[in-house]
């Protein structure tokens, strides 16, 4: 049995492709920038599988028969850039709100491929093209980065309002 609507789960899963290719920017950068080293080995782990996630989207994309949208890629890759550029409190620096705000956006983001995968994995029932046991795999290693993010963020939220 096919999936839906083709179009639309194109459409999906190009959309989740954006987003996972900004994701993996936003964890090298986040990672690269950590200058605590137990965090900075945290996101390194993270930023791997975040890299590993968007590789197992794109196979699964293949499995369906989705070609992958290069506008879309691009535009995930250049949103991410973009984002750098709002106002922070500091010109020519990094600011201490840098830390605190890319953990919140990873958090989003790792919570909109749980999502994404939770909706594949309700589509495994009827789609043999889809292997519920990676899916579930997926969605528990999801689940897993938000935790560790979660920490990740509590700290950072701590050392900016707390002790700066």
Do not use: C
């Not at 945290?42 to 989705?66: C, K, S």
């Not at 709002?86 to 983001?109: A, C």
């Not at 043999?128 to 980065?145: C, E, N, S």
């Amino acid at each position: 049995m096919t999936t839906g609507q083709p179009g639309l789960l194109g459409i999906y899963l190009n959309d989740h492709l954006a987003g996972a290719t900004g994701g993996v920017e936003l964890a090298r950068r986040s990672a690269a920038a950590q200058r605590s080293g137990q965090a900075r080995d945290v996101l390194r782990r993270l930023t791997a599988e975040i890299t590993e996630d968007r590789t197992a989207l794109m196979e699964i994309m293949a499995a369906l028969g989705v070609p992958p949208r290069r506008y879309k890629v691009w535009a995930g890759w250049v949103g991410e850039k973009a984002g750098r550029l709002k106002p922070n409190g500091h010109l020519l620096s990094r600011s201490p709100l840098s830390e605190l705000e890319e953990l919140e956006i990873m958090m989003l983001g790792v919570q909109g491929k749980a999502a994404g995968w939770r909706t594949l994995r309700s589509l495994a029932t009827e789609d043999k093209r889809l292997d519920a046991g990676r899916l579930d795999d997926l969605l528990a290693r999801a689940h897993r980065q938000v935790e560790e993010l979660e920490g990740l963020h509590a700290i950072a939220a701590n050392h900016v309002f707390r002790s700066g």
